[in-house]
């Protein structure tokens, strides 16, 4: 009885796998509507097929004895309406809240790490499940638990992500799948270049914000993944955007010899010449051309060997005790025992290792092809780096004007008062010295504990201009002394050459502070801070792990980081997902300094 109770059991579940495959059907449908510009269907088909998967953890732990826990990121919070009744996402405002919260619902399902090994186990789940029926009517019911634990390995939480640095054969799989990632992007490119040059050729009033939304949207996210993958960093190589248009006395806005009482048409004349003008442009749609036919040739040997030698593994090992009969996978001979799968099975793992050992050094030639075409040219960077420091310069003027302003206002409002109450005191000390001894000692002593809590505020003070210990020890051990003062778990890891220019030091320093102070106001219990330098650069990434969902336009704090770092034309960049961790990555230029080291600065000189 309890063996058919287990086979009607896994027949179950078998059916249930297959109903999978429609699941990947779907998404797959979506993918390709995605692709031409029907961007609305993908997320809803992640979230359909969860429900599948919920069913299976459900009776994986009905049926196999083996619980399993949703692996999801937690839901992303709904939009809020402001006082002005407007919803705001970042620096855009919308009337509706439905973009904002479709946007949030699609990032949340695209990014999640589950959803990847989700999709895995739909497409390879029915291959295995369909065996089920024969093994549990071979091994018992207890099978039907092993197959529980496989379906919690792919559709159970993971308490960090699968790090492949230490495994040979997993860090080749592993770029295999970027080089179908990036060939995947790429045909995604291809397909909105050729609708690039139909709207120009056709429409040309709308090529301008199908191109903002659409194309660059697309390369971005191309730009973005190769770095992530593969380390080659892509920048954004595109011109910047242009000004509002200035009206004329008369109030009307001119657009060569034509006039317009609102700006409006202006604008959008000005942004259609801002775009087709700008040659990152056409080299985008070049690069959606040439990316996909040079990653297709790139990937195609890769995927051929492994495929074949999957298929001879499983045609040996899988199918010939299945159908019990003589198999062959071509061009190889007939085999029909173990022992003349064994002498093939070599041939088949050879192919397999053949076709992944070179797939890193393939997927960083494939970024490296798409850097070639997305990348900036040298007029482009001359173009952002004046543009930018344009915008940091108003930043730094208001910035040290304000901090000015608090340094006078500390210190008259401060150490002034003080010296001031200690400067009465001392007459009445004088006035009271022949008089009163008692008195003037007694005041003498308050005049000895105010001098010394002045000298404790002035030094207070002082730590918030420049701290000492920056001055002393450099750097590293600055930030090794916040990380001991912070009330979270802090670990600093890294190293410096030498001494980085003052007042680098000192925003990095400040920056660093400001991190680490939102990671415990956001409810971090851990963090960890690597410094390093390389190619005249200054690297810190702050990682924590809170809640996520960090955005610098809704908050003072890392705007604050933004324009302070901006006065050294350097970057923060934010990656914070919704329930985290979040990793804050400040970048600054600079040189190291030319001074020698004094021996306090030798620790900051060497590895963490």
């Known amino acids: 009885m309890t063996y058919l109770r287990a086979l009607g059991r896994a027949c179950a579940l078998a059916a249930l796998a297959v109903v999978s495959w429609f699941d990947v059907l779907v998404e797959l449908v979506a993918f390709a509507l995605l692709c031409v510009g029907l961007v609305f269907f993908l997320g809803p088909a992640i979230e359909w097929a969860r429900h599948r998967s919920a069913t299976a953890r459900t009776l994986a732990a009905r049926w196999c004895g083996v619980e399993i826990a949703p692996p999801y990121r937690p839901e992303p919070p709904e939009p809020v309406r402001e006082r002005d009744g407007w919803y705001r996402d970042g620096n855009t405002l919308y009337k509706r809240a439905?973009?904002?919260r479709w946007n949030r619902r699609f990032t949340w399902a695209m990014e999640d790490p589950a959803a990847g090994r989700e999709f895995v186990w739909q497409v390879l789940n029915p291959l295995v499940t369909l065996l089920l029926p024969v093994v549990v009517l071979l091994g018992g019911p207890v099978v039907l638990r092993g197959y529980g634990r496989w379906t919690r390995w792919w559709l159970g939480p993971r308490s960090a992500p699968v790090r492949c640095e230490g495994r040979w054969l997993n860090r080749r799989l592993e770029s295999l799948g970027h080089q179908m990632g990036i060939l995947a992007l790429g045909a995604v490119m291809f397909v909105f270049s050729l609708w690039q040059l139909v709207v120009v050729a056709v429409a040309m009033p709308v090529a301008a914000p199908v191109i903002l939304w659409s194309r660059r949207s697309i390369t971005d996210t191309l730009r973005r993944e190769a770095g992530n993958w593969t380390g080659v960093r892509i920048a954004r190589p595109y011109l910047p955007p242009p000004s509002l248009p200035i009206p004329r006395p008369d109030g009307l806005y001119q657009v060569g010899k034509q006039l317009y009482d609102e700006p409006f048409w202006p604008v959008q004349h000005a942004r259609t010449r801002w775009v087709l003008r700008d040659r990152a442009t056409w080299r985008d749609m070049a690069g959606g051309m040439l990316i996909p036919l040079v990653s297709l040739l790139l990937v195609l040997p890769s995927v051929a060997l492994v495929g074949r030698g999957a298929v001879g593994l499983f045609t040996l090992w899988v199918w010939r005790p299945f159908v019990s009969s003589p198999v062959r996978w071509w061009p190889f001979p007939e085999v029909s025992t173990h022992f003349g799968a064994a002498v093939q099975t070599p041939v088949a793992l050879a192919m397999i290792v053949a076709g992944v050992a070179p797939a890193t050094w393939l997927v960083r030639q494939q970024a490296r092809f798409a850097r070639v075409w997305l990348g900036p040219t040298d007029a482009t960077r001359l173009a952002q780096r004046v543009e930018r420091l344009k915008q940091t310069r108003t930043d730094v003027t208001v910035t040290q004007a304000a901090e000015l302003?608090?340094?006078?206002?500390?210190?008259?409002?401060?150490?002034?008062?003080?010296?001031?109450?200690?400067?009465?005191?001392?007459?009445?000390?004088?006035?009271?010295?022949?008089?009163?001894?008692?008195?003037?000692?007694?005041?003498?002593?308050?005049?000895?504990?105010?001098?010394?809590?002045?000298?404790?505020?002035?030094?207070?003070?002082?730590?918030?201009?420049?701290?000492?210990v920056l001055s002393e020890r450099g750097l590293l051990d600055a930030v090794r002394a916040l990380a001991l003062d912070s009330p979270l778990k802090a670990q600093v890891t890294g190293s410096l050459p030498g001494r980085i220019e003052e007042p680098v030091e000192a925003c990095t320093y400040f920056a660093v502070s400001e991190l680490l102070g939102n990671a415990a106001k956001h409810g971090a219990g851990t963090v960890a801070i690597d410094v390093g330098f390389a190619d005249d650069q200054l690297t810190v990434v702050v990682t924590d792990n809170g809640k996520g969902g960090a955005n610098p336009a809704l908050g003072s704090g890392l705007r604050g980081i933004e324009r302070r770092l901006g006065g050294f034309d350097g970057r923060l960049t934010l990656t914070s997902p919704i329930g985290g961790p979040t990793r804050a990555t400040v970048e600054i230029p600079c040189q190291i300094d030319p001074e020698p080291l004094s021996p306090k600065t030798s620790t900051s000189s060497e590895t963490a």
């Not at 401060?414 to 007694?442: F, N």
Request: proline residues 4%; positive net charge.
């Open 405 to 468: 302003r608090r340094i006078e206002r500390d210190l008259h409002d401060g150490i002034q008062s003080r010296l001031v109450a200690m400067g009465m005191k001392l007459g009445a000390v004088e006035a009271l010295v022949d008089t009163d001894p008692a008195a003037a000692k007694r005041l003498a002593a308050e005049l000895r504990a105010s001098s010394s809590e002045a000298l404790t505020e002035l030094r207070v003070l002082i730590r918030g201009i420049h701290p000492p």
């Open 98 to 100: 439905f973009w904002i």
